[in-house]
């Protein structure tokens, strides 16, 4: 539990609520990690996750707050990947519009829809792993500008399932996106 507490602290968020650890070590935010994750490193990722060569170590929800037009908390999850390397893990970061405070006690349904996803690498510096710091993480999807850039003002407007697609389905995404990247949300839908 311990882990999941220090990985939480890495988000920069003091609320953060851990659903489930493998206790793999501790986390926390730091300077010295290797600088964001590639488009071809993600395409990797993927591969090695169909053929089970990367091991999921923990899945944390907490409240995302963009201190900007947000009024409420939105529910964030967050998901780490122990690959062949012991030194790093892969932080897969999934963004919702379902307010921290719904989010019920099922933990298995509060991120079923889903309105972006981001990666980035956390690096084991001594006894902990280190998250890359600042806005290093590369976007998986979406692709189009409004959904990514203009998400708070569909979401003011009550337009918030205009942004999501859901996770688990294959074929789903948001309808602004190009149909020609339906492969690129296959592909999340498979990783966790």
Known sequence: MEAA???????????AWA?????DGGFEEGAAATRELKF?????????ARRKRVVPTCVIDFPFSDNKSLEVELLERMYCFKGVDDARRVVLHVHTVLPWSDRGKDAKTRAVKVTSVNVRHADKKGSVFKQEKGDVSTWIVPFDD????????LLEEGKGAQLEWQ???PKSMPAGEIQHLLSTYDEVL???
């Open 19 to 23: 659903t489930r650890t493998a206790g």
């Open 146 to 153: 409004k959904l990514r850039y203009e998400w708070r003002t």
């Open 190 to 192: 498979s990783t966790p």
């Open 167 to 169: 996770w688990g389905a």
């Open 40 to 48: 071809t490193e993600w395409k990797k990722f993927c591969g090695d």
């Open 5 to 15: 507490l220090e990985l939480i602290r890495a988000t920069g968020d003091e609320h």
